[in-house]
């Protein structure tokens, strides 16, 4: 029955905290002081061994338990904050004293959502025995991005490599790696334990993956910050293979691709004595400790960045793919390029945004259409794409509208593009008849004349 005046919840309240002091002071009955530590020594009086020799016995007994507390001690968690094989940039970087405080708190935000992966392939064998975890792939990071409460499960995102059983170039445009889908994936947790990673999808022009596991407690989901800047202070984040941190400070750099690389990459500029490891799939992060970024291939320090990460993973959450559309063209973008070459262009021909064509596929729609090497896409459905981000999340948001319009993959559909030729000096608008695929565009018997 309640009272009136509330009364009834001041009971409980005061319940709680009769249970609270009760709980207390069991563990303060429970509890037994240790005795001090003291370094034993023999008074100098005391001190020959032939005259007193049980004050020696004792002393070495005394001597050897000393020793012994000393050594529990010095194992325990606290003892082992100071022996650190490679210390942090945030630790010993006196370049970073300026943001040495809000870094600490971003990153130590952000490392809650991020784990590490392993992956292997069939059953081992050594002389015998056979280890069920099968033939090491690879070890990589990821990050927590959904936990759902009823089922206990967990969605991972990472990058693709986990589960990328061939890699015999490093151009990326041939389109020749090739990935295991029933690899064994364990999901390496904050705690120790480790449980199995299930997949469920990956796409392989982004080298985005996406894997399952049961857990039981809550897990932390990262904040994303869709706006990331040239210039701007960032930490890449990663695991080694005892969990511990690794962070890598540097600042975010954007330039056209080198010609074997994918054009939805954003670069990470870092000091030439930070070596950049056990990170990749791991997250590049802002002083708000909010992702910007996801490490996708640590040799050239390239991430995909977050506004083309968040595009992903909403299509693959309400479609189960990432669909995009394959243009048949390379490009690079004339804000990147040196202002010289910018200003020189605009003084010239009056022209000083857009995308250059770099190259063109062999017998696709646009080489058809007459697009060469070196004309200039200034807009693409009527808008004006300035980068090849931009260009990317394009692509992304127009599948998206392909997919909510109840249309499917492999589909063709029509792109309006604004060229500029530049060796007639024309400019045209024409439709590019173009396909929606999630598999990785592949650019094979390109053409540059």
Same mark, same amino acid.
């Given at each position: 029955m309640y009272d009136q005046d509330g009364s009834s919840s001041m009971v409980e309240t005061n319940g709680a905290r009769v249970d609270e002091m009760t709980k207390e002071e069991e563990e303060l009955s429970s509890?037994?002081?240790?005795?001090?530590i003291s370094k034993p020594y023999i008074p100098d009086e005391l001190?020959?061994?032939?005259?007193?020799?049980?004050?020696?016995?004792?002393?070495?007994?005394?001597?050897?338990?000393?020793?012994?507390?000393?050594?529990?001690?010095?194992?325990?968690?606290?003892?082992?904050?100071?022996?650190?094989?490679?210390? &942090?940039? #945030?630790f010993h970087h006196e370049h970073l004293h300026h943001i040495r405080e809000p870094a600490k708190k971003a990153v130590?935000?952000?490392?809650?959502?991020?784990?590490? #992966?392993?992956?292997?392939?069939?059953?081992?064998?050594?002389?015998?025995?056979?280890?069920?975890?099968?033939?090491?792939?690879?070890?990589?990071?990821?990050?927590?991005i959904e936990w759902d409460k009823e089922s206990k499960t967990g969605t991972i995102l990472t990058t693709a490599h986990l589960i990328r059983s061939k890699h015999p170039t490093e151009n990326?445009?041939?389109?020749?790696?090739?990935?295991?889908?029933?690899?064994?994936?364990?999901?390496?947790?904050?705690?120790?334990?480790?449980?199995?990673?299930?997949?469920?999808?990956?796409?392989?022009?982004?080298?985005?993956?996406?894997?399952?596991?049961?857990?039981?407690?809550?897990?932390? #989901?990262?904040?994303?910050?869709? &706006?990331?800047?040239?210039?701007?202070?960032?930490?890449?984040?990663?695991?080694d293979q005892s969990m511990d941190l690794r962070i890598t400070h540097g600042r975010v750099e954007y330039w056209n691709p080198a010609s074997i690389e994918r054009?939805?990459?954003?670069?990470?500029?870092?000091?030439?004595?930070?070596?950049?490891?056990?990170?990749?799939?791991?997250?590049?992060?802002?002083?708000?400790?909010?992702?910007?970024?996801?490490?996708?291939?640590?040799?050239?320090?390239?991430?995909?960045?977050?506004?083309?990460?968040d595009n992903c993973v909403d299509l693959w959450r309400n479609f189960g793919c990432i669909p995009r559309l394959h243009l048949g063209m390379k490009f690079d973008s004339i804000r990147l390029l040196d202002p010289i070459n910018v200003e020189r262009m605009w003084r010239m021909h009056n022209i000083e945004e857009g995308l250059i064509v770099e190259k063109v596929s062999k017998e696709s729609h646009a080489e058809k259409l007459g697009?060469?090497?070196g004309d200039i896409i200034e807009c693409f459905n009527g808008e004006h794409i300035y980068t090849t981000i931009e260009l990317e999340n394009m692509l992304?948001?127009?599948?998206?509208?392909?997919?909510?319009?109840?249309?499917?993959?492999?589909?063709?559909?029509?792109?309006?593009i604004q060229v500029f030729h530049t060796d007639e000096r024309v400019r045209r608008t024409i439709n590019l008849n173009v396909e929606v695929s999630d598999h990785g565009e592949i650019q094979c018997g390109l053409t540059q004349t």
């Open positions: 509890f037994t002081p240790k005795s001090p001190n020959d061994p032939t005259v007193y020799p049980e004050v020696l016995a004792a002393f070495e007994d005394a001597q050897a338990k000393y020793i012994a507390k000393l050594c529990r001690r010095t194992a325990l968690f606290t003892s082992q904050y100071r022996r650190v094989d490679a210390p &942090s940039c #945030l130590l935000r952000a490392a809650k959502s991020i784990i590490r #992966l392993s992956s292997s392939v069939g059953a081992y064998r050594v002389v015998g025995f056979v280890f069920a975890d099968g033939e090491p792939l690879t070890n990589c990071c990821g990050l927590w990326h445009w041939e389109g020749r790696d090739e990935y295991d889908i029933k690899a064994n994936v364990t999901v390496h947790l904050r705690d120790g334990t480790t449980a199995e990673g299930h997949y469920l999808y990956h796409q392989e022009h982004y080298d985005l993956a996406f894997f399952k596991v049961r857990v039981v407690e809550p897990v932390q #989901l990262p904040s994303f910050n869709g &706006s990331v800047h040239c210039g701007q202070d960032v930490f890449r984040l990663g695991r054009y939805h990459y954003m670069y990470f500029l870092h000091e030439h004595d930070d070596c950049l490891c056990d990170d990749d799939g791991g997250t590049v992060i802002d002083l708000d400790g909010k992702v910007v970024g996801l490490i996708n291939n640590h040799l050239s320090a390239s991430f995909v960045p977050s506004s083309i990460l697009i060469f090497f992304l948001a127009d599948c998206k509208d392909h997919f909510n319009q109840g249309k499917k993959l492999n589909a063709k559909i029509d792109v309006s």
